[in-house]
């Protein structure tokens, strides 16, 4: 009997342990990164319903990256909403599915940092994989305002990721005086040989409804139809806002969203004298609230929540 444990004890260590399969996500691809000299680098970026927008998904194979940047060339993936800012080759942000529109699905917006030598770069991808129609706003930028203004196109600088397979990025100052553009990101990490410093970024977001990206025959913000006669208040809220109206029966929508495009869960109701918000739920910050009626206008406005 001892024997054959120890048969069976040399077959079960002689057999190679299972190794758990990594997960895929609902959507990924690659970005490449390609400098004047022809040094080249890539991240995987994507979402699933599953996946965090904080924490690293090591079920899709992210991993932290503790050593500093090489000097030359070097694009690393941080999420959204990761106050750590732990680095990665893969960042799969947490998604959502609009209930509104199964076709589309929004997720959390990802920073890029990148330490470049030889500038400029080529940035490439696939865009045949990026979703149709109302998920086309599919952005690259270095502007930390398209997450703060009324209409997100406004802001200074982007790059519209499903009309072309890349584009050439300078990931310099802003060629201009306007103070808008300069709010651009970096982020501080650290470089072989040169110790501590503010590496530039790119913001991969995605935004729903009319947009550049996605519609040929998009108009400026004052010819397009909005929704008109009501306001907002109060503005900054605590618990409450009510968007007044002499119509509101005439409101067909009214969506909550946070500066990543997400939809966020808000108690909705028709008052006699506008629609009511239950904005207790939220956390403190910037919210954007879509207002479509039933002739199909919509507008965007700004909400604080204390």
Same mark, same amino acid.
């Given at each position: ?45 994507? *979402? ?76 490439? *991808? ?57 709010? *651009? ?22 935004? *729903? ?98």
């Amino acid at each position: 009997m001892k024997k054959l444990l120890y048969v069976m004890g040399a077959i079960f260590m002689a057999t190679p342990l299972t190794v758990l399969a990594q997960a895929t996500p609902l959507f990924q691809f690659t970005l490449y990164a390609e400098d004047s000299l022809g040094n080249r680098d890539s991240v995987i970026l994507g *979402y699933d319903l599953s996946a965090s927008s904080q924490n690293l998904n090591f079920q899709f194979g992210e991993a932290s990256i503790p050593t500093p940047f090489d000097s030359i060339l070097d694009m690393r993936a941080i999420h959204g909403d990761d106050f750590l800012r732990r680095t990665s080759k893969i960042i799969i942000e947490d998604a959502e599915t609009l209930f509104f529109d199964s076709s589309c699905t929004l997720s959390a917006f990802t920073k890029i940092v990148i330490q470049a030598k030889y500038l400029p770069l080529k940035i490439t *991808y696939d865009s045949t994989l990026f979703p149709a129609q109302s998920c086309k706003n599919v952005i690259l930028s270095r502007n930390w305002d398209m997450f703060f203004i009324e209409q997100w196109w406004d802001a200074c600088g982007y790059h519209c990721m499903a009309g072309s397979s890349g584009y050439t990025e300078y990931i310099g100052p802003p060629p201009t005086d306007d103070p808008l553009c300069w709010n *651009y990101l970096k982020i501080e990490k650290e470089v072989q040989g040169q110790g501590l410093k503010e590496l530039p970024g790119l913001f991969l977001a995605t935004f *729903y409804g009319p947009g550049p990206c996605n519609d040929p025959t998009f108009l400026d913000a004052d010819q397009k139809p909005v929704v008109q006669g009501f306001t907002l208040s109060p503005n900054p809220c605590s618990t409450y806002f009510l968007l007044e109206t002499a119509s509101p029966e005439s409101i067909d929508q009214v969506l909550v969203m946070n500066v990543a495009g997400q939809i966020m869960s808000c108690s909705i109701e028709e008052h006699q004298n506008g629609i009511g918000v239950d904005a207790s739920g939220l956390l403190g910050g910037l919210y954007f609230v879509l207002v479509r009626d039933t002739a199909g206008k919509a507008s965007m406005h700004k909400v604080v929540k204390n």
